[in-house]
């Protein structure tokens, strides 16, 4: 298969840079590619395709970013990740049997909450979520949604009893998404949460999380194994979702009101021509 | 995930739609209909050719006319939808029992 220039020529999380030991090389699939990351004697950084040439590669965000194809853009910024005073925790990659952009559209789906993390990120009866805003800003080519309020027992490792946590989300590149969430601790500022995703093929993917959190007390550990249990949730209801892929077509579908930011990301996608791992004509 | 759930309300309403962009694909009038029928809403889809622009009456309640709003925004690969307008329409006027493709016989 062709693999469309606007997901060959973007920016991939290959590896967490902080695992990286120098001179064991790690290798990883790139839509189908195979991609070597070292970290030389030097201890510089590479990212070598299987013939030999070299990738292109950006550290940001404790992770290792590289491409099969030329991105003529960098990386995305996320400019809370150089605010003083946050922890920077990388969750490690989780492998998911599903499109990435399955996983990026799960992230985003906020009304799974008291279904798929009950009790914690949400409980019955408070499964309504408030109306919000959702838009694709032209100036930055994502997808932002705003405005969201939701019900949590349990917002986060820090929270102690339930609360009303606000939300925003955002789509810079079709396989990443960024989570705002009011952080526990300080009630006016915002928790990020980023999903990266490294589509090995069009159904499978390794997604990577990582936090920019206000969070002194919670130990390391603890931190991971709450995101890691939130997304292995995830993960069991991806894995069985039908079709694989995510269509770009809803014919068989019947989004509602509660769709609307899932939509608004498919209408990007389409827009952008961002085909791989979507499912162009329904069945 | 897109759940395959229908809000039950009753308060039924009729709004005229305006879809415009890339929707010149013919086949966009029967994924209309379809999606129109599947939400069980009555009225009528057709082609603006003056206008360049397609135009739907239906009337449902306003959960799933809303509902109708979101899958047509994205439709099928062939059609971009740019902008949706909606406005409420004063129906006196016999409604068709269903929904229907008008041509311009109709
Ligand atoms: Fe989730």
Known sequence: MTISDVARNDWYPVAIENLLIEGQPETVVLMGETLTILRAADDQIKVTAADGSECPLTLRYGHVWSSIGRPEHALFDIPEAAEEGRRMVDCGPVRVKASPLRVVENFLDIAHFPFVHTDILGAEPHTEVEPYKVEIRDTVDEVWATKVRFFQPQAAKSAEEGQMTDYMYRVPAPCVSILYKTSPPRPGAWDVIGLFVRPISEELCDAYAWMALYDEDSNQTDLVQFQQMIFLQDRSILENQIPRLLPLDPKMEIPTRADTTSVAYRRWLKRKGMTYGAQLVAR | ?106
């Open chain 2, 1 to 106: 995930m897109i759940r395959d759930t229908q809000p039950l309300m009753m308060n039924r309403q009729t709004e005229l739609f305006r879809f415009s962009g890339d929707v010149s694909d013919p086949d966009f009038l029967d994924w209309i209909c379809h999606r129109a029928n599947r939400l069980g809403l009555n009225g009528w889809v057709r082609k603006n050719a003056a206008g360049g622009f397609i135009e739907a009456l239906a009337s449902g309640p306003e959960e799933l006319l809303d509902a109708m709003e979101l899958g047509c925004s994205l439709g099928p690969i062939t059609v971009w939808v740019e902008t949706v307008v909606r406005c409420p329409h004063d129906s006196d006027g016999p409604m068709p029992n269903g929904f229907k493709i008008l041509t311009q016989a109709d």
